[in-house]
T-cell receptor
Framework: DAGVIQSPRHEVTEMGQEVTLRCKPI?????LFWYRQTMMRGLELLIY????????DSGMPEDRFSAKMPNASFSTLKIQPSEPRDSAVYFC???????????FGPGTRLLVL | AQKVTQAQTEISVVEKEDVTLDCVYE???????LFWYKQPPSGELVFLIR??????QNEISGRYSWNFQKSTSSFNFTITASQVVDSAVYFC???????????????FGGGTRLMVKP
């Protein structure tokens, strides 16, 4: 079975540009999570969805960040405009509601110059 | 609020040594789940094990074993006869009990970097 798929795997952009990260959860999973990993803050939850509905976005740093889940098989995390401090690895994870384990994608390594 | 502490930021061992990674957690929930994930140098997060708060039985999987002690709020991970391929960052994580209408966000510890030298 395919795991969580994220694209792109690497992204280098300049400050001020819009960045869109994409995630395809595991088929049949109906909870989706976006995490960010930095050296300073470790792994932190940004937002999560249940059945395509955002449940908790309290971890989203600021209004420059937005996330959508238009259907059960696709989610995006957008940063507009991007800033150097947004440089991090962004992970997407999915879980089946009723299950306990989140499975992570390979991550997107973002570098904002 | 939930909290996970991995006091060991970095451990270095020589191949074939046994090594224990410590994890201490805090939660007000009576039902919760504990996890260990491995992050190898390639960067992905690999699920290793899940434990629920009602099951304090220790678990062994090959060279890996986990010791869950509710009395000390600890969930330690031991690798027996370590190998170079075990070199990675290991994360302990905690989530609250599931509700059909709620997600279970993971609270991660800071991670322990394990270096196994040949």
């Amino acid at each position: 079975d395919a795991g969580v798929i994220q694209s792109p795997r690497h992204e280098v952009t300049e400050m001020g540009q819009e960045v869109t990260l994409r995630c395809k959860p595991i088929s049949g999973h109906n909870s989706l999570f976006w995490y960010r990993q930095t050296m300073m803050r470790g792994l932190e939850l940004l937002i999560y969805f249940n059945n395509n509905v955002p449940i908790d976005d309290s971890g989203m740093p600021e209004d420059r960040f937005s996330a959508k889940m238009p259907n059960a098989s696709f989610s995006t995390l957008k940063i507009q405009p991007s800033e150097p401090r947004d440089s991090a690895v962004y992970f997407c994870a999915s879980r089946k509601i009723g299950g306990e384990t989140q499975y992570f994608g390979p991550g997107t390594r973002l570098l904002v110059l | 609020a939930q909290k996970v502490t991995q006091a060991q930021t970095e451990i270095s061992v020589v191949e074939k040594e046994d090594v224990t990674l410590d994890c201490v957690y805090e939660t007000r929930d009576t039902t919760y789940y504990l996890f260990w994930y491995k992050q190898p140098p390639s960067g992905e997060l690999v699920f290793l094990i899940r434990r629920n708060s009602f099951d304090e039985q220790n678990e062994i999987s090959g060279r890996y074993s986990w010791n869950f002690q509710k009395s000390t709020s600890s969930f330690n991970f031991t690798i027996t006869a370590s190998q170079v391929v075990d070199s990675a960052v290991y994360f302990c994580a905690l989530s609250e009990a599931l509700d059909n209408n709620a997600g279970n966000m993971l609270t991660f510890g800071g991670g322990t970097r394990l270096m196994v030298k040949p």
